[in-house]
């Protein structure tokens, strides 16, 4: 049975998790990678969130990912290409701690769409305090509604996400 989806308090310490993991990654896939980026909602401080750290990976072409799965394994870290299907722009891998996900890895072509979208969502959310608040108040509702229904959740925060990130690309404030 999949446990619910809880939504926890904003917590300082999800940056220094971030920033310990992104030394990891960056000392195991070296060259092969350009940038990494903190993304998601533990990204935004003072929003609440799931309390698994989101890591967006840039690489120069998509098909470098391929050499970066072996390391990522060799972090702990699961390759899951099935979803792919869902999202081609993407290589995603994911990381449990004592049987519960704790990082997530998202690794695309640094300055693709789908690059520019998070950081435009994250940067959007940073900026707009009260925006945070709404999406926070969101995912707090949906996580109650939907339970352990993970896809329903988060086709439900689809409308909000695509708002903020028309607003973020358009530059409007």
């Known amino acids: 049975m999949k446990s619910p989806i809880v939504i926890v308090d904003y917590d300082p310490a999800w940056a220094e998790r971030y920033e310990a993991e992104r030394q990891r990654l960056v000392a195991a896939l070296g060259s092969r ?3 990494v980026e903190h993304v998601g909602s533990t990204s935004v401080p003072g929003l609440g969130a799931k309390p698994v750290i989101d890591i967006m990976i840039g690489v120069r ?14 972090l702990g ?3 899951v290409p099935a979803l792919e299907a869902q999202l081609p722009e993407r290589r995603y891998f994911r990381q449990n701690t004592g049987g519960i996900r704790s990082h997530q890895v998202h ?3 640094e ?4 690059w520019q979208r998070h950081l435009a969502f994250r940067d959007y959310l940073r900026a707009h305090p009260d925006a945070a608040r709404e999406y926070e108040a969101l995912k ?3 996580a109650a509604q939907y339970g352990a229904d993970r896809a329903g959740y988060t086709d439900a925060k689809t409308e909000f996400i695509r708002r903020i990130e028309t607003l973020a ?5």
């Open 61 to 74: 072409h998509l098909d470098d990912a391929q050499y970066c799965i072996s390391p990522m394994q060799a």
């Open 169 to 173: 690309l358009s530059g409007s404030a």
């Open 111 to 114: 300055g693709g769409a789908f």
């Open 33 to 35: 990678i350009t940038v």
């Open 140 to 142: 707090r509702a949906l």
């Open 107 to 109: 690794m695309v072509e």
């Open 77 to 79: 870290y699961e390759y």
